[in-house]
Nanobody, 123 residues
């Protein structure tokens, strides 16, 4: 399978904002949902949030509720992650992937990851 391409990361101060993008092959966007994951140094990759195929359902972890907004545009095979009021604990590499179902326990149809995009938040 082709790999997704994540972009938009960078270095920001706490309280700042970034908008990440995930571009992937059209079949990625045919699954139940698309999701964002992140991996901080020394930690396992974790689910951040996902959005259903038609955008009607969104699930995000408590740590980012009210700060992160997920959206998607199926016409251009792109998913977005608007990150506001960033905190140092948001520092991580951010990845995207399709899921079967929606949520942190939903399975991924294949084990393929892009290179991710680095987000660094200074205090």
């Amino acid at each position: 399978q082709g790999r997704p391409v994540e972009s938009g990361g960078g270095f920001v101060q706490a309280g700042g904002s970034l908008r990440l993008s995930c571009v992937a092959e059209p079949y990625y966007f045919s699954f139940d949902s698309m999701a964002w994951f992140r991996q901080a140094p020394g930690k396992d990759r974790e689910f951040v949030g996902g959005i259903s195929h038609n955008g009607s359902a969104i699930d995000v972890i408590d740590a980012v509720t009210g700060r992160f907004i997920i959206s998607r545009d199926n016409a251009v095979n792109t998913m977005y992650l608007q990150m506001n009021n960033l905190k140092p604990e948001d520092t991580a590499i951010y990845f995207c992937a399709p899921q079967m179902g929606l949520g942190p326990l939903a399975a991924r149809p294949f084990d393929v990851w892009g290179q991710g995009t680095q987000v660094t938040v200074s205090s």
